[in-house]
């Protein structure tokens, strides 16, 4: 059998090619590194984390806790060494980063069925099949080779300017409303009201709000393309009234009247549980995105699913590129794994390397694909990432807002949690997997 190409040795790269590896399946494991890195690069080993955290929450009332626990279960490569590499960090799954990406090269390594080869890859194979795990970084010659293997289309985005998202449950509807501006159309908006003396102390704080530091690899034009919020409130205190946070056209149902200001929330998903803040495209540090953004009155117990970001990123266009398999749509002997299909998170690019890897297995040991479903941490991100409907497709984390609701209700969003949980893993073992 001829080997499968898997570019880049990141998390996606490393467990893709150790689950072909461990179902009998060569592979060539391409990565550049020593002799080229990427400016986020720091050392020879593979599966690099930026920060001993970085794989976040080990709960099961956590969405990614739910993503670690399915990964465990297939056997997964990167939570193998993670979990034996860990450190204590009360609830989140923290490593001793070097020890960890020591681990994971090392099992590659060590595995006789993978070959590592080391150079910058700068075309894409014309022929057998390939994984590309190149990560959000891709080096320049590989970039042009994926924006050419897309020639009717616009495959690539360099900027990541995303608002906040929040789950709709977690919105105080009694402080809020549906609407749109004048009552045009249909009320496609949540609109969260705030007074004079609410907006005069949210204004404040954003404008004292720390932001986020801008690395050496990310670019000064994001910023200036698509202004931040925080950036916006520091030019006037009524700057934002006369902008994103604009009340004309939105009477308050309960008053009667047009309020001092209004945060409007758009819908981001077909089912109408993910809710993002129009607008709100910021850099500042996630904990001041909580705090401040968490004054706003019908927000005040809000869950974020994602915290806004803006830096440079290179992800596909995937809903019109990729199926739920992550392969390329009409050629499927290319699958694309990791960050650049529009998975955030270590976690997360971890998942769709497994998945890439579980079904080209299948294909090519001709047995059936695996369609994981939506109840699924495994299967909700593939799923997201594949949707066709949906239109602005930004990058994202695993949150429930992904996964179907239960079809009862349960008090308390940690119980609540725990059963949609439950369920997933329920769901994963009923599962045939080669």
């Given at each position: 059998?001829?080997?499968?190409i898997v570019i880049?040795?990141g998390?996606a ?6 689950q ?6 060569p ?10 890195r ?22 099961l ?7 670690k ?7 997964s490569?990167?939570?193998?060494c993670?979990?034996?590499?860990r450190?204590?960090?009360g ?7 070097n ?14 069925l ?23 970084l ?7 080779e ?28 009694e ?17 969260c ?11 404040a ?7 986020a ?6 670019d ?8 931040p ?14 902008g ?44 001041e ?8 009155p019908?927000?005040r117990?809000c869950?974020?699913l ?14 019109r ?9 009409g050629?499927?002997?290319l699958?694309?794994?990791g960050?650049?299909?529009g ?29 994981f ?19 602005d ?7 429930f ?34």
């Amino acid at each position: 059998m001829e080997p499968v190409i898997v570019i880049g040795g990141g998390l996606a790269g490393c467990e893709a090619a150790w689950q072909l590896a461990r179902r009998k399946i060569p592979v060539r494991l391409c990565e550049m590194k020593p002799r080229k890195r990427t400016p986020a690069h720091h050392t020879d080993d593979f599966a690099e984390l930026v920060c001993s955290n970085s794989l976040r929450s080990d709960q099961l009332e956590n969405a990614v806790g739910l993503l670690k626990e399915e990964l465990r279960r297939l056997d997964s490569l990167i939570l193998s060494c993670a979990d034996r590499n860990r450190v204590e960090a009360g609830g989140a799954l923290a490593v001793d980063r070097n020890a960890f990406s020591g681990a994971v090269t090392q099992a590659i390594a060590d595995h006789p069925l993978i070959t590592v080869e080391v150079g910058e890859v700068t075309r894409i194979p014309r022929e057998g099949q390939v994984i590309i795990a190149a990560g959000p970084l891709a080096s320049e010659g590989l970039t042009g080779e994926i924006q050419a293997l897309f020639p009717n289309s616009r495959p690539l985005n360099f900027f990541d300017a995303a608002a906040p998202l929040v789950s709709f449950e977690s919105v105080d509807m009694e402080r809020a409303w549906f609407a749109s501006r004048y009552d045009k159309g249909t009320a496609d908006y949540i609109n969260c009201a705030l007074s004079q003396e609410e907006y005069t102390a949210f204004h404040a704080a954003l404008c004292q709000a720390e932001e986020a530091q801008i690395h050496g690899f990310e670019d000064q034009s994001v910023f200036e393309g698509c202004m931040p919020v925080e950036v916006m409130a520091r030019r006037g205190v009524d700057t934002l009234r006369y902008g994103p946070l604009k009340p004309r056209g939105l009477k308050d149902p309960k008053t009667g009247k047009e309020p001092y200001a209004v945060v409007q929330l758009r819908k981001d998903n077909s089912q109408g549980s993910i809710y993002n803040l129009v607008g709100f495209q910021t850099h500042l540090k996630w904990g001041e995105q909580k705090r401040v953004f968490s004054m706003i009155p019908a927000l005040r117990n809000c869950e974020f699913l994602r915290y806004g970001v803006m830096h440079r990123n290179t992800y596909l266009d995937s809903p019109r590129l990729l199926d739920r398999y992550y392969r390329v749509r009409g050629q499927e002997r290319l699958l694309f794994a990791g960050q650049i299909t529009g998975v955030e998170g270590y976690v997360e690019s971890t998942a769709s390397g497994l998945l890439c890897g579980v079904e080209l297995a299948a294909r090519l040991l001709g047995k059936p694909a695996v369609n994981f479903p939506r109840e699924t941490a495994i299967g909700a991100l593939a799923l997201y990432i594949s949707n066709e409907s949906v239109a602005d497709f930004q990058p994202m984390n695993v949150n429930f807002g992904l996964i179907p609701p239960l079809d009862y209700r349960v008090k308390g969003k940690r119980n609540k949690n725990a059963l949609l949980s439950q369920r997933g893993l329920d769901c994963l073992s009923g599962l045939q997997i080669p």
